[in-house]
């Protein structure tokens, strides 16, 4: 009973946080809000008229929402970066991250699912997908293993920084013998969601651009590249907008994270490069199309090698000592590498999956306006969440907001 | 004491992994190699099936052949030609017909387009004396009903096909009783090849796509 | 009514919808708003589903829409005034939640395809015919192709797309026939599968794609709900009720064996055909994904697929495998035949040859 009047306590002061603020904090989510706005009308749009308001068609019939999918799992499981340190190995340079780096994952998360439903020709029949009165293709479809896991990765997500803040917010510490498992657990399964996801494409012998076994390991590279890299530009906003400490030394070991992933992550661009392009086979006309165009039709062109080049730029630039611990550079090449690895994970990734076609004809894709629109709306809708988990766990953590402590 | 939890913990998990793993082998229901075996297998005791293409082949007028061991039916083909029987026309030999001026002209639209001139004419395959039926190549007589006789004289790959129901579409249904055309229901016997048109679909939306 | 895997609601119990109006403040005696004829052309899916709306419903049901059934919810419990419209919501709520066709007993099958029948026929008046015929045992189907003879005249496609109520408005179509050049071997990526000029052209010769019903498919591997299987006959279906529309069998299949509806599909009235199955060619609706059955409303009765009697050259083949008389046997047995991306180990059942 107790319980129930702290829980009702915290959900009342987290409301009251997060609907008070400063001005920017306001014109922020009022900003997000106007955007989801938008994204909820072309979704409306879309749910009136079919698939077919998107770019996507018969030969490609993925498009910029498993993209983004596909790239944002990677953003969920890179929190787990800096869980596993500090829950497990007790480094408490990351402990003031971590609770930022599982917001970013729940957000993450929340928009992949989002994702993946705009991605659906049919959302009213979902239930079909829920075990019990659904029917789930388990384990043959890894779409179903995905739904679990990324569904799992939320729950645990969720539940270890609710326990935490939980505790905190009643003066109480938080005991380790609860949230080491759970820790412990999440660790395996971040490596897991990405996996996952990889072998959903992987597992396509239809598909020999992602038929390949490099896939995995190059998701979980730039994964723990673009995940953390976000969560130090998170930092960096949150660190000078908010009363919340971040040291140095933490943005610095994140960078460490990022910049050996980054490398990693290159090498393997050279290897796959290598594959394909050194003993060309017709399995490799799709990495062509990417790289160098086929028959005249060149659409990816302009954002793979811009990608590549910032990927490369960023590595660079975050190798060298001298450059990476200047944080404004720091930032920049952390924004970089981002981007860079958006759209290489993304359409980069998706797109020439089905180019050339199954016999060999191109049909090129080009997201319309209302697809843009949902995107952004779901990027916003992420934002949002993630400002109003942010904004309590700071509250909390920096024990401004406390059970029984704001009397009312 | 701490390190043991966690290597405890460490093993827990891992064995966890390990199980998921070796638990999610895709299910296999078939246990063929491969399809062929899986048919031989199958058919082993075969023992017929309701289907049949019976109620299809109702109106078709038939005629059961046997060829090595295939039995079949194909259409019948006397009653389809216009003119037939030959003989209440030609009444009297070729050579008397063609000088009566007062007799209507026949056959004029008859070109022939198949093989060349050196190997076939109309007298290959009709008879002068016997105008109701053909005439194989030493002068056996064909009834037009079995025309295929006729052409397998030649055309020996296409006839070992038909047989097995590679060349000749199929009448009816799939299932048995198997009838299939003849070679003249396809083929005109005097200008055997099919004609060049244009195709009954075009797809402007696949055009667009691939602009 | 027991066991069944559907949910249902008995709507029909409800007593007190008997006046009251559509909004036009009139009872419904005199309320014309329900009496307008739709003379427009309709869908596929509308045909089947749509319930004659004006503007009121129309934008409840767009917002409704965005919850799992309140679509069927809003209109069985808003004002309801005649007992056809409460029989078309009930069966709108029983559709929404009906199972899997796969795991139906053969009852519920009978149903499912009743109620869609009575559900056509409220919506246009008119009778349709629709099998929920299961697969024969001792039957497994095949298919052969013999590329010297295909002429490249599409009959195939055009019969396709007519006997199988495939939207007319994006102009899908199955089939697709590869015009490939002599000399250049099995060239798809040159190939032109959609040519219009006379044919055949010289030169050239003619190669027919479709699903191949792949005895083990990839496609039913990926699907994440099941809504799509092999048949016992070797027919791989789809279930377009229980089909989510993700798209992942089209990722799966190596051959473009398979079609998503993008938008709502449509079919003049007229030109809908009327003789279906429940697996086959009934209407279907946007976001889900349809394909070849090998004209399972024909083949199960034992005819052949609608491009095999369209063919006028004979190069279609079909038949059952396991009858070791039959002429797909022979032609397996006979000629050399091949499969496509055969090194994919998808166990195609569709066959080419040559003469």
């Given at each position: 009973m107790k319980r129930f009047k702290i829980l009702k306590s915290l959900v009342i002061d987290s409301i009251r946080t997060t609907t008070h603020g400063s001005k920017k904090y306001h014109l922020w989510m009022a900003f997000l809000t106007f955007v989801m706005l938008i994204g909820m009308y072309c979704y409306s749009i879309q749910l009136k008229h079919g698939l077919s308001v998107t770019g996507m068609s018969d030969s490609v019939s993925w498009g910029l929402y498993i993209s983004n999918f596909t790239f944002l799992v990677g953003v969920a499981a890179a929190a787990v970066i800096l869980v596993m340190p500090t829950y497990i190995l007790k480094d408490i340079d990351f402990k003031q991250a971590v609770l930022i780096g599982e917001g970013i994952a729940v957000s993450a998360l929340i928009m992949c699912l989002a994702f993946v439903v705009a991605d659906m020709g049919g959302p009213s029949v979902l239930w079909h997908m829920i075990p019990g009165i659904g029917v789930f293709n388990f384990p043959n479809s890894m779409l179903a293993w995905d739904v679990i896991a990324l569904n799992g990765y939320l729950f645990i997500n969720i539940s270890i920084p609710f326990y935490i803040l939980f505790k905190l917010y009643q003066g109480k510490k938080p005991n380790p013998k609860v949230y080491i498992p759970g820790a412990l657990i999440s660790v395996f399964w971040a490596v897991g969601i990405h996996l996952v996801t990889a072998f959903l494409y992987q597992g396509l012998q239809a598909r020999p651009f992602w038929n390949n076994a490099l896939l995995g390991p190059r998701f979980l590279a730039s994964a723990f590249a673009a995940g953390p890299a976000l969560i130090i530009i998170v930092l960096a906003i949150i660190r000078t907008y908010t009363a919340f400490k971040i040291e140095d030394k933490t943005l610095?070991?994140?960078?460490?994270?990022?910049?050996?992933?980054?490398?990693?992550?290159?090498?393997?661009?050279?290897?796959?490069?290598?594959?394909?392009?050194?003993?060309?086979?017709?399995?490799?006309?799709?990495?062509?199309?990417?790289?160098?165009?086929?028959?005249?039709?060149?659409?990816?062109?302009?954002?793979?090698?811009?990608?590549?080049?910032?990927?490369?730029?960023?590595?660079?630039?975050?190798?060298?000592?001298?450059?990476?611990?200047?944080?404004?550079?720091?930032f920049f090449a952390c924004a970089l590498l981002f981007i860079a690895i958006w759209i290489e994970k993304g359409f980069g990734l998706i797109v020439p999956g089905f180019i050339p076609g199954s016999y060999g004809k191109i049909v090129e894709y080009t997201p319309t306006g209302i697809e843009i629109g949902v995107t952004l709306g779901i990027w916003a809708m992420g934002a949002f969440v993630f400002t109003i988990l942010a904004k309590t766990a700071i509250k909390i953590e920096t024990s401004e907001m406390r059970y029984k402590?704001?009397?009312y | 004491m701490k390190n043991k939890y966690h290597i405890k913990l460490y093993f827990a998990s891992s064995f966890m992994l390990l199980f998921v793993m070796l638990s999610s082998c895709k299910e296999k229901e078939e246990k063929y190699h491969s399809i062929i075996?899986?048919?031989?297998?199958?058919?082993?005791?075969?023992?017929?099936?309701?289907?049949?293409?019976?109620?299809?082949?109702?109106?078709?007028?038939?005629?059961?052949?046997?060829?090595?061991?295939?039995?079949?039916?194909?259409?019948?083909?006397?009653?389809?030609?216009?003119?037939?029987?030959?003989?209440?026309?030609?009444?009297?030999?070729?050579?008397?017909?063609?000088?009566?001026?007062?007799?209507?002209?026949?056959?004029?639209?008859?070109?022939?387009?198949?093989?060349?001139?050196?190997?076939?004419?109309?007298?290959?395959?009709?008879?002068?004396?016997?105008?109701?039926?053909?005439?194989?190549?030493?002068?056996?007589?064909?009834?037009?009903?079995?025309?295929?006789?006729?052409?397998?004289?030649?055309?020996?790959k296409e006839f070992e096909d038909w047989k097995g129901g590679a060349h000749g579409k199929r009448l009816g249904g799939w299932a048995q009783p198997r009838a299939s055309n003849s070679c003249v229901d396809c083929h005109n016997p005097h200008k055997p090849g099919f004609e060049t048109r244009f195709p009954s679909w075009y797809n402007t939306k696949t055009e667009e796509e691939r602009k | 009514m027991e066991n069944k895997k559907w949910f249902s609601l008995n709507l029909s119990n409800r007593k007190k919808q008997s006046i009251i109006s559509c909004g036009c403040e009139k009872t419904t005696e005199n309320c014309n708003h329900n009496l307008v004829k739709d003379t427009e052309q309709k869908d596929g899916f509308e045909q089947v589903f749509d319930v004659k709306m004006n503007r009121r419903t129309a934008f409840k049901k767009l917002t409704a829409s965005l919850l799992i059934g309140a679509g069927a919810v809003s209109t069985s419990c808003s004002v309801i005034t005649d007992d056809d419209t409460k029989e078309k919501a009930q069966i709108d709520w029983e559709e929404q939640f009906k199972g899997n066709y796969k795991l139906m007993t053969d009852d519920e099958k009978n149903a499912t395809v009743n109620r869609l029948v009575r559900s056509?026929?409220?919506?246009?008046?008119?009778?349709?015919?629709?099998?929920?015929?299961?697969?024969?045992?001792?039957?497994?189907?095949?298919?052969?192709?013999?590329?010297?003879?295909?002429?490249?005249?599409?009959?195939?496609?055009?019969?396709?797309?007519?006997?199988?109520?495939?939207?007319?408005?994006?102009?899908?179509?199955?089939?697709?026939?590869?015009?490939?050049?002599?000399?250049?071997?099995?060239?798809?990526?040159?190939?032109?599968?959609?040519?219009?000029?006379?044919?055949?052209?010289?030169?050239?010769?003619?190669?027919?794609?479709?699903c191949f019903h792949c005895d083990n498919p990839p496609c039913v591997e990926v699907c994440p709900v099941k809504a799509t299987w092999k048949e016992d006959d070797g027919i791989v279906v789809i279930d377009y009720d229980w089909c989510?529309?993700?798209?992942?069998?089209?990722?799966?299949?190596?051959?473009?064996?398979?079609?998503?509806?993008?938008?709502?599909?449509?079919?003049?009235?007229?030109?809908?055909?009327?003789?279906?199955?429940?697996?086959?060619?009934?209407?279907?609706?946007?976001?889900?994904?349809?394909?070849?059955?090998?004209?399972?409303?024909?083949?199960?009765?034992?005819?052949?697929?609608?491009?095999?009697?369209?063919?006028?050259?004979?190069?279609?083949i079909f038949g059952n495998l396991l009858d070791p008389n039959s002429t797909i046997r022979w032609v397996l047995e006979n000629k050399k035949v091949f499969r496509l991306k055969e090194d994919l180990g998808t166990e195609p059942k569709f066959w080419y040859f040559m003469d």
């Open positions: 610095k070991k994140i960078a460490l994270v990022v910049t050996v992933a980054a490398q990693i992550n290159l090498i393997m661009l050279v290897s796959e490069l290598f594959k394909e392009f050194y003993a060309p086979t017709h399995h490799s006309e799709s990495a062509y199309y990417l790289f160098f165009g086929l028959h005249g039709k060149t659409a990816l062109l302009p954002w793979i090698w811009s990608a590549i080049s910032m990927n490369v730029l960023a590595t660079i630039v975050l190798s060298i000592h001298k450059l990476r611990n200047n944080f404004k550079v720091l402590k704001l009397d | 075996d899986k048919i031989e297998v199958e058919s082993k005791d075969y023992h017929g099936i309701s289907t049949s293409s019976d109620i299809y082949l109702e109106d078709l007028k038939l005629i059961e052949i046997t060829e090595g061991e295939h039995t079949f039916l194909i259409p019948e083909r006397k009653s389809k030609i216009k003119s037939y029987s030959c003989i209440e026309c030609h009444t009297e030999p070729l050579e008397k017909l063609q000088n009566n001026k007062k007799l209507k002209e026949a056959h004029w639209d008859i070109k022939l387009i198949h093989a060349d001139k050196n190997t076939l004419n109309c007298a290959t395959c009709h008879s002068g004396n016997d105008m109701n039926n053909l005439k194989s190549l030493t002068d056996r007589k064909i009834s037009f009903n079995l025309s295929y006789k006729l052409c397998m004289q030649c055309h020996s | 056509y026929e409220l919506r246009t008046g008119k009778t349709i015919s629709m099998s929920s015929k299961n697969a024969e045992e001792d039957v497994l189907f095949g298919y052969a192709f013999n590329i010297s003879k295909c002429k490249g005249y599409m009959d195939c496609v055009s019969a396709c797309v007519e006997e199988n109520n495939q939207d007319r408005n994006s102009q899908m179509q199955y089939i697709r026939i590869h015009e490939m050049e002599d000399g250049k071997g099995l060239n798809f990526a040159e190939a032109d599968d959609n040519y219009y000029h006379e044919v055949p052209a010289k030169g050239h010769f003619y190669l027919g794609t479709q989510v529309g993700c798209r992942y069998c089209m990722a799966a299949c190596p051959y473009d064996g398979r079609r998503f509806n993008w938008s709502n599909p449509e079919i003049p009235e007229e030109e809908v055909n009327k003789e279906q199955h429940y697996l086959g060619n009934r209407l279907r609706k946007k976001g889900v994904m349809e394909k070849c059955t090998f004209c399972i409303q024909r083949s199960r009765k034992g005819k052949n697929p609608a491009c095999v009697d369209a063919c006028p050259t004979g190069a279609r």
